[in-house]
DNA sequence: TCCTTTCTTGCACACGTGTACAATTTCATG
DNA sequence: CATGAAATTGTACACGTGTGCAAGAAAGGA
C-alpha cells in the first residue's frame, strides 16, 4: 500500500516507526517489557505494527541481549512411555515460562557429544538434561560458559549444575516392603544399573532394605530397561515370587514373559515397577508401582534453572521429588 | 592468556582473527560452507579457533541470513505412542540434517494458535504440524510469510501447504477384508471422526468396504481416540464379532475392556488397530494392526520442507505414505 | 514566573556475523 | 618473461534490534 518498504521483506521496527510517526526506539520501547513509552505512543505504534503484521524479530534480540529465549532439552531412550511423558511435561512448561524449547534426541553416546555441543551456538538460556549418558566433561563446560544446566535423574555431581533426582531410597524400600507384605519371600531387583544412576540407586536402596529386613533377595542384571529385557528376565527367576523392577516399561515386558509361561501375577509372582506410566495402569497389566510425578519434576527442573539464571555464581542445588506408592493388582 | 579479548564474554570471530594473524572475514570463511579460503589461511583459523573455544553465532547469522536453522515442530496428544514415535523420528532427522526442532505442544486449540505465531519470530526454515487442529488460518499466514510448512495427516488444503498423509483408502479396506476373513460377519469401527481427519477418513474406507461387500457393520463414536475411550467403547458392542479402532492407543483400550467383559479375544471378537504402536506387539494384546511407517513419514515431510525451500513458488503437495499389514494374534 | 523533578523521546552505538566488491597474489600458459 | 585467468584476501556495508545518554516536555511547588 504505502511501498515505503521493500517488498518481499518482512516488516521491520524501521517500517512500524515510519508508519506511526515515531522513532525506531519507540517500536523497541513499546515490545519490551519495562520500558518507558507513553499511552499515545504505544497505540499509535501498535496499530501501524498489526497493520503492517509486524513481529519482532527475537534473533536479532537475542544477539544484543545476548541471550535467547531457547532451552536445550536433551532426551533419549523416548520409546519408555516415561520418557515421552517427561518430555511433554517439560515442553509443555517451558513455553508456557515463555521459554522456546529445542528438543534434540540423543541416543547414542557419541552424537549426544556432537548434538550439545550445537546449543553454543545459540546463546541458549539453558539446558535440561533427561539423558542416560549426559557427557560430563561437555556439561562442565556449559557451566563454565554461563549457561545454566540443569540435570534430571543423573548421577555426576558437577560443579555449578543443579539436579534433580527422585527420591530412590524411599522408593527401593517401598517396593521392598510392599512386596514382603504382599506376601513374597524370595525376592529380586531387575535393573540394568550399570548404565542407569536411578536404576543402580534404586537397587541398592531395594537391596539395603531387604538385608536389613533379613530377607532373602538377588539381582537380575539386565542390559538395557526395556520391556524386551523385561520379557526376557521372566526366564531367570526360578524360585522368586516378588520381582522388583526398576522401570514400569521393563515391568511390563516382564509380566508379559511370566504370563508366557503360565506363571501367574500377583498369585505365585508380585510385581512391583516405578514411574506409574499409564500402561502400568491398563487393565492387561494393573501394576502396583512407585508415581514419579514428572510434572513436579519439571516444575522443580526449570525453577531451578530460572533461578540460576538469575543467580549464576550459586553453589549447586539438589532437589528431590518424591515418591508414592500407588497400589493396584500386582502386589 | 592474551588478555586483548573482553574478559567474561564468549570470544568472537574479532578474536580469532587477530589470534589467528588474517582478517575476520577469512574466519567467517572457514566455518561458511563453499567458501573460498586457502588451506594454510583455514588451518590457522581453525587452530586460534580451537584455542579460544570459538563457535559461530548462529543468531548473528540467522540475522544475516533472513533464516535460521530452526524448524517448528507442533505436535498435540503426546500421551498417544504413535505421537511419541513421531517426534521421535522427525526430532532425529531434523537433527541429523543439521536443523533445530523447536518442539510446540499444542494441546488446547487455543493455545495452538498463539504457539504457532510465536514462531514467526524466529524466521524458521519450516513448520511441521501433527496436531490436530493446525489453525488454517494460521498455517495460510505462514505460507504466505514465505515459510515453508508441512501438514501430517491433516485435512485442509491450503494453497502452498504441503502434506504427508497416510493412505487411509487401503487401510480401511484392509481392514475390513482382514477381519472379515478371521470369520466376523457383524463389524464395527470405533473412531472419534469429527476431530481427526484420518479417523474420519479410514471410517469411510472401512464402510465404503463393507458396503460393496455387503457386510453388516455400524459405526461407535467416541469423542476421542485414546485408551480411556476404547475402554469404554467395548461397553457398547452387542452383536459386533470385529471391531475395526481407527488407531492402537484405542485398541489397547477396547481389548481390556472386552477383558473385563469375559468376552474372549479373538474368538468371540476380531480387532484390529492402526499404527502398529510398541504396545501392539506386546504380549498382552498380540494386536492385528496396520502399520504406519512413521520413520518413512518423517522422511517424507522433511523432503516437502526442504524441496520448498528450495522453490518456494511450487504447487502444494499431497505425499502418500504406504500402510502395510501386521497379522498377529487379534484377527 | 521560575526552579526542580519526573517522563518521554530521538540519536547513535553496539551485538556478531555473511558477502559484494575491489585489490592483491598465485599460477599456468604462451 | 609477459600475460591473462583464477584464487585468495581485506574493506566496508548490511542484517534488525536494545539501550545509554542528553535533550526536551510536562508537571508540580514556591
Known sequence: MSGQEKPGRKPTSFDVARRAGVSRAAVSRTFTPNASVSPETREKVVKAAKELG????????????????FVGVVAAGMDNPFRAMQIEQITKKLVRRNFRPILLP???????D????????YNVSGVLVTS??????????????????????????IPAVDRVVCDTDTAGRLAATTLLEAGARHLAVVSASAISYTARRRQQAFLACCHALE?????????????????AAAERLDGVDGVFCVNDYMACGLIDGLRR????????????????????????????????????????AIDLLTSRMAEP???????????????????
Request: hydrophobic fraction near 45%; proline fraction near 6%.
Open 54 to 69: 509486524y513481529r519482532v524479530n527475537y534473533l536479532a534480540r537475542g544477539l544484543i541481549n545476548r541471550r535467547s529465549d
Open 106 to 112: 540423543a541416543d547414542h553416546g557419541e552424537s549426544a
Open 114 to 121: 556432537h548434538v550439545m555441543d550445537q546449543l553454543l551456538h
Open 132 to 157: 542416560d549418558a549426559p557427557p560430563t566433561a561437555l556439561c562442565a563446560e556449559f557451566a563454565a560458559a554461563g549457561v545454566p544446566i540443569v540435570l534430571i535423574n543423573k548421577a555426576d555431581a
Open 215 to 231: 530377607a532373602d533377595v538377588r539381582v537380575i542384571p539386565v542390559a538395557v530397561n526395556d520391556y524386551a529385557n523385561g520379557l
Open 261 to 300: 509361561r503360565g506363571v501367574a501375577v500377583p498369585h505365585s509372582v508380585r510385581v512391583i515397577g516405578h514411574d506409574d506410566v499409564p500402561q502400568a495402569a491398563w487393565g492387561s497389566y494393573e501394576l502396583t508401582t512407585m508415581r514419579q510425578p514428572c510434572d513436579l519434576q519439571a516444575d522443580q
Open 313 to 331: 555464581e550459586m553453589a549447586e542445588r539438589v532437589e528431590l521429588t518424591p515418591v508414592t506408592l500407588v497400589r493396584r493388582a500386582t502386589a
